[in-house]
């Protein structure tokens, strides 16, 4: 979905590097369940129909999270008894804790990467967010690469069946034999790009400068951000168990 | 400080597509050992693979910054790839860039070799185990932060060194 008419990118990728960084810090079940739940409902609502398996494997993670939480942290109170498994207190908040905020960040991440279309976002955050030509140079040209370079990596794979070795690298040595030919091929190409580039003046051009293009829809965007930056602020600061007093802890 | 011309930003471009095409590709790995043994297991499997934009830009590359600006960019380039750590991968990526960054500074920006590699990966390791201890706060018990700072040292200097000799090879010519 291109991001023509819809929200600006760079302020999607304020929005998404901000409240990444809020859920990151944030300790507070209750503040993390109100910022997290509602990105993870539109986040993985956007994102299901082109990224279904990784939502799934998402999801089948928590398991692992389960497993983690009753082995490390099962202390306190017992909460539930399942046969001969207790359950406790410190493994349930820490499982509703961590749980809330992987889910939140991730939520962020499918909204991000399902609204936005990232060669624009590297133009957006080149003119709007100032980022070096250089640094958006290179982006561009690695998302550039990334069909050429799979179709490099089939090759590889395939040469490396006729030789009669496994096509999915897994050892390192796999990896070492299969990075060398693709690096190698990349690199020769980079060169040749790199000095296509200088030849066409890309030192010498300027990058039209351009503001932060605040509609309505970016207003709104950036509100709803304040709203859960505040929230999880009074939710750190502990004012929130005062206005909802029935929570997990 | 060198100045980085188009065939540097181009060749950065390369790693981060690479890395950021590895990165992604070790989220499967991630999920795997999640789902058999929860995060813990889940990272120490994972761990160097997330640390070899550094070491494979610098030694491509061989100037300051580079082993920042390839870490930083694989991760930005892993953001704009649907996974489920979206942003938490660029705030990963800056600070594993800084700390890998000090394993060149340290030697005067003079050596790009299979041991400055292998501490670029080495050296990544804490950072990525101290963010962990912020992101999975109640699992790092001090005995698995032990552990699993270990583990991710070993394997970031693994992987170091080894995209290290590939970047030799790509590259070719001497570690000066």
């Known amino acids: ?249 | 400080m060198k100045r980085y011309t188009v065939v540097d930003w181009a060749i950065l471009g390369l790693v981060a597509v690479v890395t950021g095409v590895i990165f992604t590709f070790t989220w499967n790995v991630y999920y795997i050992g999640k789902a058999l043994g929860g995060p813990v297991v889940a990272r120490a499997l994972s761990y160097g693979l997330w640390f070899i934009g550094a070491p494979l830009a610098a030694s491509l590359i061989r100037k300051p910054a580079s082993a920042f600006l390839g870490e930083t960019l694989g991760a930005l380039v892993e953001t704009f790839l649907p996974n489920a750590g979206g942003f938490t991968n660029l705030i990963y990526g800056i600070c594993q860039g800084i700390a890998s960054e000090a394993a060149y500074a340290i030697f005067g920006y003079r050596k790009w070799g299979v041991l400055q590699g292998l501490l670029a990966g080495a050296f990544a390791g804490p950072v990525a185990v101290a963010l962990d201890a912020i992101l999975f706060q109640s699992l790092a018990t001090p005995p698995v932060m032990l552990a699993w700072t270990a583990a991710s040292v070993i394997s970031g200097a693994i992987y170091g060194a080894i995209v290290s000799a590939i970047g030799r090879t790509v590259r070719g010519g001497s570690e000066k």
């Not at chain 1, 302020?11 to 409240?19: S, W």
């Not at chain 1, 069909?147 to 490396?160: A, F, P």
């Not at chain 1, 051009?205 to 709104?220: F, T």
């Open chain 1, 1 to 249: 979905m291109g991001c023509e008419g819809l929200v600006d990118p760079a302020v999607l990728f304020i929005y998404g590097l901000v409240l990444t960084l809020v859920l990151f810090i944030d300790r507070d079940a209750l503040s993390l369940a109100l910022i997290g739940v509602p990105n993870a409902i539109v986040g993985f609502a956007l994102g299901w129909r082109k990224y279904k398996v990784l939502i799934a494997l998402f999801l089948i993670g928590f398991a692992g999270l389960a497993i983690n939480a009753l082995l490390l942290t099962n202390v306190g109170p017992a909460v539930l008894v399942v046969g001969p498994l207790i359950v406790r207190a410190g493994a349930v908040n820490t499982f509703i804790t961590i749980g809330l905020r992987i889910t939140g960040i991730a939520g962020v991440a499918f909204l991000f990467v399902s609204l936005v279309d990232p060669a624009l976002t590297i133009r957006s955050l080149e003119r709007e967010l100032r980022l070096p030509k250089g640094v958006c140079f290179a982006l561009a040209y690695a998302l550039r690469l990334v069909d050429l370079m799979s179709k490099d990596l089939r090759e590889v794979q395939g040469v490396r069946v006729l030789r009669g070795y496994r096509s999915v690298p897994i050892t390192p040595t796999d990896i070492k034999s299969v990075l060398t030919p693709l690096l190698s091929v990349g690199y020769e190409r980079a060169l040749w790009v790199g000095i296509a580039a200088e030849l066409r003046g890309f030192r010498l051009r300027k990058v039209s400068k351009e503001p932060l293009r605040i509609g309505w829809k970016e207003a709104i965007v950036l509100t709803l951000l304040a709203l859960q930056i505040l929230i999880a602020l009074a939710g750190m600061l502990g004012y929130l168990w005062l206005v909802v007093p029935y929570t997990f802890h």
